[in-house]
């Protein structure tokens, strides 16, 4: 089986910041996309951020030039370190990878952390 472990959340003052952690484990062949999605009261999940195999990101529009992903590909982690957090950044946070386990020819499914929260406020 494979788990997606996320830590790092909490509450912190507008224009603070915090650094989330995801690390994967389990029968792991490959790791493909990782990324993190957000999920606000009321609202539905969005893409936050996602980072390739090959290194190549994406964000959302609103967290640009704010938040930066990266992966250590040997430890199976995925960090996103989210500088001048503001309220509207307030959500759960949920880790996302696509993983194919066990072998060459092994399944590829989507995996999804626990989720944690962020909460930003004064």
């Known amino acids: 089986q494979v788990q997606l472990v996320e830590s790092g959340g909490g509450l912190v003052q507008p224009g603070g910041s915090l650094r989330l952690s995801c690390a994967a484990s389990g029968s792991i062949f490959r790791i493909y996309v990782m990324g993190w999605y957000r999920q606000a009261p009321g609202k539905e999940r969005e893409l936050v951020a996602r980072v390739t195999s090959g290194g190549t990101t994406n964000y959302l529009d609103s967290v640009k030039g704010r938040f930066t992903i990266s992966r250590d590909n040997a430890k199976n982690t995925v960090y996103l370190q989210m500088n001048s957090l503001k309220p509207e950044d307030t959500a759960v946070y949920y880790c996302?990878?696509?993983?194919?386990?066990?072998?060459?020819?092994?399944?590829?499914?989507?995996?999804w952390g626990q989720g944690t929260q962020v909460t930003v406020s004064s």
């Open positions: 996302n990878a696509v993983i194919q386990s066990r072998s060459s020819s092994g399944p590829t499914n989507n995996y």
